[in-house]
């Protein structure tokens, strides 16, 4: 299980190029990666998001690329001739113009754009990937090292927190079986003190009674808990990425606790829903940050 939350660089250089990449991701709902290169390597984007989506599933992803020439490859200079000529030609034509000679020097023609260039050259995008893929590659390396590690963290922590709700779930379970008992009791009383006797030999009355106390049993909904704290332990075992799934589990653990705070009607129970719920609240701001 990994968190969604790390961050990677790594380094890689070849006789042209010397690339860095920093990979850093946060957690969102699906997969998002945003790649921040130089306009030049617009076609390799594809190719970054391909990679980085073969190790991360979901979270915001943040790829920051680096390209410097290396020191091997050289820089070229460029002259225009013909434009250096034109510039000449240019103050011969001034110095006729002001009847005396009118030269240009050294100065004049470097301040001239255009005549002088020194050029890096374009990026050829090939030799570019050969820098910049094993870069990325150890960037998303350590990133998803980082977020192992977190997620580890995280899984320690939804076990404890799942004991906690677990013996919350076995608490509620043994006041539960007098619930009905007391409640039918009370019931009863109240009937009397208002000069209202039943005859429990009445059908009618025994079939209300019956459905009185179904309908404060929570024997299933204890059952159904069991069922998904088995199973949230099973996701957190998953080689699969558990994120979505464990969100769901809390919103069912979260029902299925709701359902046994109305049902039972009892201080004490409710008192333990209470404690359940805020355990629950808090694995549930965790899950937020599972993939």
Same mark, same amino acid.
């Given at each position: 299980?990994?968190?969604?939350?790390?961050?990677?660089?790594?380094?890689?250089?070849?006789?042209?190029?010397?690339?860095?990449?920093?990979?850093?991701?946060?957690?969102?709902?699906?997969?998002?990666?945003?790649?921040?290169?130089?306009?030049?390597?617009?076609?390799?984007?594809?190719?970054?998001?391909?990679?980085?989506?073969?190790?991360?599933?979901?979270?915001?992803?943040?790829?920051?690329?680096?390209?410097?020439?290396?020191?091997?490859?050289?820089?070229?200079?460029?002259?225009?001739?013909?434009?250096?000529?034109?510039?000449?030609?240019?103050?011969?034509?001034?110095?006729?113009?002001?009847?005396?000679?009118?030269?240009?020097?050294?100065?004049?023609?470097?301040?001239?754009?255009?005549?002088?260039?020194?050029?890096?050259?374009?990026?050829?995008?090939?030799?570019?990937?050969?820098?910049?893929?094993?870069?990325? =590659?150890?960037?998303?390396?350590?990133?998803?090292?980082?977020?192992?590690?977190?997620?580890?963290?995280?899984?320690?922590?939804?076990?404890?927190?799942?004991?906690?709700?677990?013996?919350?779930?076995?608490?509620?379970?043994?006041?539960?079986?007098?619930?009905?008992?007391?409640?039918?009791?009370?019931?009863?009383?109240?009937?009397? =003190?208002?000069?209202? =006797?039943?005859?429990?030999?009445?059908?009618?009355?025994?079939?209300?009674?019956?459905? *009185?106390?179904?309908?404060?049993?929570?024997?299933?909904?204890?059952?159904?808990?069991?069922?998904?704290?088995?199973?949230?332990?099973?996701?957190?075992?998953?080689?699969?990425?558990?994120?979505?799934?464990?969100?769901?589990?809390?919103?069912?653990? *979260?029902?299925?606790?709701?359902?046994?705070?109305?049902?039972?009607?009892?201080?004490?129970?409710?008192?333990?829903?209470?404690?359940?719920?805020?355990?629950?609240?808090?694995?549930?701001?965790?899950?937020?940050?599972?993939?």
């Amino acid at each position: 299980m990994n968190s969604m939350t790390g961050f990677g660089r790594g380094s890689a250089a070849t006789d042209h190029w010397l690339a860095t990449v920093e990979t850093s991701s946060v957690n969102r709902k699906q997969a998002e990666v945003v790649v921040q290169a130089p306009r030049e390597l617009n076609e390799l984007e594809s190719r970054i998001r391909k990679t980085a989506l073969g190790v991360v599933s979901r979270g915001r992803l943040q790829i920051s690329i680096t390209l410097e020439r290396s020191q091997a490859s050289a820089s070229s200079v460029r002259v225009d001739a013909l434009l250096a000529l034109s510039f000449e030609s240019a103050f011969t034509e001034l110095g006729q113009t002001l009847g005396r000679p009118v030269l240009p020097n050294a100065a004049d023609f470097l301040r001239q754009p255009g005549i002088i260039s020194v050029s890096n050259g374009e990026i050829e995008i090939e030799q570019a990937w050969l820098a910049i893929e094993p870069a990325l =590659d150890e960037a998303l390396q350590q990133l998803s090292i980082m977020r192992g590690r977190e997620g580890r963290d995280l899984k320690a922590d939804f076990l404890s927190r799942l004991g906690t709700l677990a013996a919350f779930a076995g608490k509620i379970a043994a006041i539960a079986p007098e619930r009905p008992i007391r409640q039918r009791e009370v019931m009863l009383k109240r009937l009397r =003190d208002a000069g209202l =006797d039943l005859d429990l030999s009445d059908e009618r009355v025994v079939k209300e009674l019956a459905l *009185f106390s179904d309908r404060c049993d929570v024997t299933e909904e204890l059952t159904r808990l069991d069922s998904h704290f088995a199973k949230f332990r099973e996701y957190l075992d998953a080689t699969e990425p558990p994120g979505r799934a464990l969100d769901f589990l809390c919103q069912e653990l *979260f029902r299925e606790f709701n359902t046994i705070g109305s049902k039972a009607n009892d201080a004490s129970i409710a008192q333990t829903i209470v404690e359940a719920k805020t355990e629950l609240e808090k694995i549930r701001e965790q899950v937020q940050n599972v993939e």
